[in-house]
Structure formats: C-alpha cells, structure tokens
C-alpha cells in the first residue's frame, strides 16, 4: 500500500512480507517491506503497533535505518497476538517514525489483521498516511490511497 503522490511528503510503499511463531505463546515476527518510492532518503527512527490485540511497544532504531531513494528493506517487529481463529482485528497500526529532508515525520499504516486456524495472525495493509509531526494544526496532511 502506498499514499498518494506528493512532492512535499516522503513517499512510501509499505507491504506485508510474512509472519512466523515467536519464542513463545502468542509472540509472532512480523515483516514488511517498506520501499522509499520518493527522490530523497528517508531515515526510520522508531516503530510502535499501539492495537492491545496487535501490538508491539514503541521502539527506537539504533542505529536508524536510511533508506535511499529507490531503496527498500525488510522490517521484522516482534508483535503480540493472542487472538482465536477467525479472529478479526480492525484498525491495528504500524507507526513509524521518520526524517525527511532533516523534518520529522511519522507515517501511519492501518492494518486488518485475521487469525489463520493454526492462530498466525495474517495482516494486509489498508492505508498508509504520511504526516510531518504535529500536521494536526497545519493544512496538507498527506492522505493514502485506498486498494
């Protein structure tokens, strides 16, 4: 999934890669692979799953990781999942935070997570919205695509 174009915003395509049991009960290792579409690089500083039913707490990069323009790469997270099968969880997130061009910024991607009947939790990105941190005052906020 990846947000509209915009020559003022970092342009990111964000895909579920695969998912796998953890060290123990209900601890999985989520991957996406996260594309730097745009012509400038982008640096993830942190990544937080804020959903209880989906959820990893906030995390820094050490050392942050710079994508190139045109780069990609794969982003592993540990994520608790403890659902039934058949279990639906709407609105999880991936948040991330970025720099682009020295600014700050976090790019939001929804998820829709189902439990497989062997409880793997399989995750599909919805949305991705790229916003500068504290957008919530400022006009242009940068809306993804829906597909």
């Not at 400038?40 to 050490?62: C, I, R």
């Not at 045109?70 to 058949?86: D, F, I, Q, R």
């Amino acid at each position: 999934m990846t947000q509209r174009q915009n020559a003022s915003s970092p342009r990111l395509l964000i895909e579920p890669a695969s998912c796998r049991a953890g060290a123990t009960h209900g601890q999985w290792l989520a991957v996406w692979r996260v594309h730097n579409l745009g012509q400038e690089p982008v640096v993830l500083l942190s990544t937080w799953l804020p959903h209880d039913k989906f959820a990893n707490p906030l995390q820094g990069m050490d050392p942050p990781l710079r994508l190139a323009p045109g780069g990609s790469t794969l982003l592993e997270l540990p994520v608790a999942c403890n659902e039934l099968p058949g279990s639906v969880v709407e609105n999880a997130f991936v948040i991330l935070r970025l720099l682009w061009l020295e600014q700050p910024w976090r790019a939001f991607v929804r998820l829709r997570v189902t439990v497989d009947n062997a409880r793997t939790p399989q995750y599909s990105c919805e949305s991705v919205t790229v916003h500068p941190v504290g957008f919530s005052g400022q006009a242009g906020a940068h809306q993804a695509s829906r597909g």
